[in-house]
């Protein structure tokens, strides 16, 4: 019960923040996930021409021009140039307040929500757990940390991350995730500021190929030295779903390949980790899909992070044969995609697919790959 009025609270204390972080005549979200101030492009109107005859003026001695139409127009710039001063000045600071806000929702979420839920409510181990914070705060400087990860429920990406997230931490290191349109803007553009973006969420449109925009600016993240987690699943695949329970992963979608690929001139690290347990702890029922909430308790999520995945000699290929097929296709545009880039891609995606399937390996079947009883139940009546 208490945990339920926390909840309602924050979530009354989000809302009530909307008019500071989403002004709709200050800051919008649009579809790219970005924010932009919406006034800074108006021009403000040029005043009137006075219809009257000839003033008497004096002329200035340098420029022989009117004296006071000079000052006329010098006080229309100075105007204008102090209104685009204090847009961009407002704008900037509501920025730096979103960033405030997002550090402290992310604290405050992860603190008395989250972790409490998967360390109280369930149980959780982290075997190499160094691996990954060392190279949060630590890895040389513009690096781009790629970390990759097998997909089981809605919430592996905010309750996983909440467990491998250290503090203190700041609000830059913070990693960005993907999140589907669909359950991106399903509560329209504020709710996406206040929650989702605040902690570091970008759009991604599924009925897009991987040259979307919406992948592009997710890309830049990674390739400006921040740090992305990706899903290469591309969608929600438990034990139910795999024919083959030797495989413990479903097929890997070529944009991991891409966006590694992208950041190649920056010497990425590809961090990989295996986690078991939150399919039982988010269980999905196969005859609807639906997901069972809430979420279930007293389940044991185990998290194996692997050692860095060395694509270092595919990256060299891929320097050597990118120039010579763009230039033979007549591509400029460093974002759009080759034939001989997917197969480089597909090659990236191998690797990561083969260092998932490897840790997936030291995962125990009867004891962290077992279906909800729930889910065997709804099998069973079917």
Same mark, same amino acid.
């Given at each position: 019960?208490?945990?339920?009025?926390?909840?309602?609270?924050?979530?009354?204390?989000?809302?009530?923040?909307?008019?500071?972080?989403?002004?709709?005549?200050?800051?919008?979200?649009?579809?790219?996930?970005?924010?932009?101030?919406?006034?800074?492009?108006?021009?403000?109107?040029?005043?009137?021409?006075?219809?009257?005859?000839?003033?008497?003026?004096?002329?200035?001695?340098?420029?022989?021009?009117?004296?006071?139409? *000079?000052?006329?127009?010098?006080?229309?710039? *100075?105007?204008?140039?102090?209104?685009?001063?204090?847009?961009?000045?407002?704008?900037?600071?509501?920025?730096?307040?979103?960033?405030?806000?997002?550090?402290?929702?992310?604290?405050?979420?992860?603190?008395? @929500?989250?972790?409490?839920?998967?360390?109280?409510?369930?149980?959780?181990?982290?075997?190499?757990?160094?691996?990954?914070?060392?190279?949060?705060?630590?890895?040389?400087?513009?690096?781009?940390? @790629?970390?990759?990860?097998?997909?089981?429920?809605?919430?592996?990406?905010?309750?996983?991350?909440?467990?491998?997230?250290?503090?203190?931490?700041?609000?830059?290191?913070?990693?960005?995730?993907?999140?589907?349109?669909?359950?991106?803007?399903?509560?329209?553009?504020?709710?996406?500021?206040?929650?989702?973006?605040?902690?570091?969420?970008?759009?991604?449109?599924?009925?897009?190929?991987?040259?979307?925009?919406?992948? %592009?600016?997710?890309?830049?993240?990674? %390739?400006?030295?921040?740090?992305?987690?990706?899903?290469?699943?591309?969608?929600?695949?438990?034990?139910?779903?795999?024919?083959?329970?030797?495989? %413990?992963?479903?097929?890997?979608?070529? *944009?991991?390949?891409?966006?590694?690929?992208?950041?190649?001139?920056?010497?990425?690290?590809?961090?990989?980790?295996?986690?078991?347990?939150?399919?039982?702890?988010?269980?999905?029922?196969?005859?609807?899909?639906?997901?069972?909430?809430?979420?279930?308790?007293?389940?044991?999520?185990?998290? %194996?992070?692997?050692?860095? @995945?060395?694509?270092?000699?595919?990256?060299?290929?891929?320097?050597?044969?990118?120039?010579?097929?763009?230039?033979?296709?007549?591509?400029?545009?460093?974002?759009?995609?080759?034939?001989?880039?997917?197969?480089?891609?597909?090659?990236?995606?191998?690797?990561?697919?083969?260092?998932?399937?490897?840790?997936?390996?030291?995962?125990?079947?009867?004891?962290?790959?077992?279906?909800?009883?729930?889910?065997?139940?709804?099998?069973?009546?079917?």
């Amino acid at each position: 019960m208490r945990a339920s009025w926390l909840l309602l609270g924050l979530i009354a204390a989000h809302m009530s923040m909307a008019s500071a972080f989403a002004p709709s005549q200050f800051v919008q979200l649009n579809a790219r996930g970005r924010h932009f101030p919406s006034q800074l492009s108006q021009r403000v109107p040029p005043r009137p021409k006075s219809s009257g005859g000839f003033a008497r003026t004096r002329m200035s001695a340098s420029s022989q021009t009117p004296a006071t139409g *000079g000052g006329a127009a010098s006080r229309s710039k *100075g105007t204008t140039s102090l209104l685009s001063l204090t847009r961009f000045l407002l704008v900037k600071f509501l920025i730096l307040l979103r960033e405030i806000y997002g550090q402290l929702f992310v604290f405050v979420f992860d603190t008395f @929500i989250q972790k409490p839920f998967m360390y109280i409510l369930n149980k959780v181990e982290i075997k190499n757990h160094d691996r990954l914070t060392k190279l949060i705060s630590s890895r040389p400087r513009g690096a781009p940390l @790629i970390t990759v990860s097998n997909h089981c429920s809605s919430l592996d990406e905010p309750l996983l991350f909440s467990t491998l997230i250290p503090w203190p931490i700041k609000q830059w290191e913070l990693r960005y995730s993907l999140c589907h349109d669909g359950m991106f803007f399903r509560l329209g553009p504020i709710f996406a500021q206040l929650f989702f973006y605040a902690a570091r969420g970008l759009p991604i449109y599924r009925n897009r190929n991987m040259d979307q925009e919406a992948f %592009r600016i997710f890309a830049e993240k990674a %390739r400006k030295g921040g740090w992305c987690h990706i899903f290469p699943e591309g969608r929600i695949w438990q034990p139910w779903k795999l024919r083959n329970e030797d495989r %413990r992963l479903g097929p890997l979608r070529p *944009g991991v390949g891409k966006l590694i690929a992208y950041c190649e001139e920056q010497s990425p690290i590809v961090l990989p980790f295996y986690h078991t347990g939150m399919h039982r702890v988010l269980p999905q029922f196969p005859n609807s899909r639906a997901q069972s909430f809430p979420p279930k308790t007293g389940n044991k999520v185990t998290i %194996r992070i692997g050692e860095p @995945i060395h694509v270092k000699d595919l990256l060299d290929e891929y320097r050597q044969k990118r120039e010579e097929a763009r230039k033979e296709h007549g591509i400029e545009d460093a974002w759009t995609t080759t034939s001989v880039e997917e197969e480089l891609y597909a090659k990236l995606t191998n690797r990561v697919e083969e260092a998932l399937l490897k840790l997936s390996q030291e995962v125990n079947v009867e004891e962290e790959w077992q279906t909800h009883p729930s889910v065997l139940s709804t099998k069973t009546k079917k």
